[in-house]
């Protein structure tokens, strides 16, 4: 009998284990899968963000342009 109670109380044990486990594991791999979509977005996004930046030189340009413009008084010539 006491071996019997046993048994059953182990087996019910096993069992919310296996559920626990089997929740934590899909859990996990939400985790894991989600994180994984979002850096291998945020990696596609800086790399497509690098190829499409202008070049060096018309940055400065259009830093320059931005600060002549800024800076510009306009005066009247005669």
Request: hydrophobic content about 45%.
């Amino acid at each position: 009998m006491l071996g019997e109670e046993l048994f059953k109380n182990v087996k019910i044990g096993c069992k919310t284990f296996r559920k626990i486990h089997n929740n934590f594991m899909i859990l996990f791999f939400k985790i894991v899968s989600l994180t994984f979509i979002v850096f291998t977005f945020v990696l596609f996004y800086r790399t497509v963000d690098r190829k499409t930046e202008s070049k060096p030189e018309e940055a400065e340009l259009s830093n320059l342009s931005i600060k002549t413009k800024e800076s510009f008084i306009p005066t009247a010539r005669i």
